[in-house]
């Protein structure tokens, strides 16, 4: 909800998402591809999406700068892509919203 949400200067959300930059109907055709002719593709997002919020504790970023650098290419980045696509395929999953919050509240505490 753009109103409720981070704001960003001159930042025009009429449509979109103001995170992802899908409108809703881009939003709807994903997730009408993910039962479709994504399925599979889906399907392996879900997993690793479910495996995430089983056990949040081994792929949450760390707080310690220390640990967050040294690992950040090869599993922090990579992870983050993946539990925003399962947030946008899968909004209902209960637990999943607040999961991506904490992820991104983990990297913004990271110092530049």
Not at 74 to 101: I, Q, T, W
């Amino acid at each position: 909800d753009p109103s409720g949400g981070i704001p960003f200067l001159g930042g025009n959300y009429e449509g979109t998402h103001p995170m992802l930059y899908f409108g809703q109907a881009e939003v709807e055709e994903l997730q009408r591809a993910a039962v479709g002719t994504h399925k599979a593709l889906a399907r392996q997002i879900r997993e690793a999406g479910e495996a995430i919020l089983e056990r949040p504790e081994e792929y949450l970023p760390p707080w310690n700068p220390a640990e967050f650098s040294a690992r950040w290419n090869e599993v922090y980045g990579n992870n983050l892509g993946l539990l925003s696509m399962f947030c946008l395929l899968y909004p209902h999953r209960a637990g999943a919203l607040d999961v991506a919050k904490e992820y991104m509240e983990r990297m913004a505490a990271q110092p530049n």
